[in-house]
């Protein structure tokens, strides 16, 4: 937690609660730590695995966020939750920019469900903040996927841009996302094709599948360690060299 103690040092706030989207580490970690630090702190979420969990909150329930003016609705899917205040924005790791979730802890079924019914029927100005920026590398997916979509090519260029220039990809809207998602876009021709399914749910595992192996590294860096980087605790050992 000691990225986020210095941004509460400088931004000269009180922590009183911590939203947690699901109990995965890299969403988790640091609650415990946070939770000595600050007697009474309230942590919300939708899992028993949640670190120093407070509050569980269930599908559909109204959270009232003070002073941001709006309601949060707690939508629980697939051990992800998603937070929108007053429809303008959601988080999680179920929706990506140009993706998906991956199927770690539900099915594929749930996944369409989360997809089709939980966020597709949101208003279409909603914000996607997800967990992780992949945007680049889902977006190279995509344009595999469709090599004919303009609207993913003007995107990855605009996404490898924002990452050479060291900014943010998210939020984007839902209403992008139905234009160059590949798993939104599932009753698309050339998806479809791609896939070579038809029924949603199937078009929507082989997707899964296929971004699943897509340009995988050889090998990948320790997620904790990749961790320690960005937060920071090797500089005292590289200052030293």
Known sequence: PLQLLE????????LRAILTTHHH??????NEELAQLFPGLQVFGADDRIGALTHRVTHGQELTVRGWGDTGDMNHTQ???????????????????GGCGQFFEGTAEQMLTNLSQTLGT????T?????????VRNLKFALKVEPDN??????????KQRDDDDLPTVPSTLHEEFLYNPFLRLTEEPVQRFTGRTEPVEVLRVLRSQRDNFKKPKERPNPQAMLAFDWGLFAPFLEKK
């Open 127 to 135: 914000k996607i903040f997800c967990g992780h920026e992949c945007t």
């Open 150 to 159: 303009e609207v993913v090519k003007e995107k990855l260029a605009w996404a």
């Open 7 to 14: 941004i509460i040092r400088k931004e000269d706030v009180v």
């Open 122 to 125: 949101l208003p279409k100005d």
């Open 79 to 97: 051990g992800p939750c998603l937070l929108g205040w007053g429809c303008a924005g959601v988080l999680s790791d179920t929706l990506f920019v």
């Open 25 to 30: 580490w890299d969403h988790a970690r640091g």
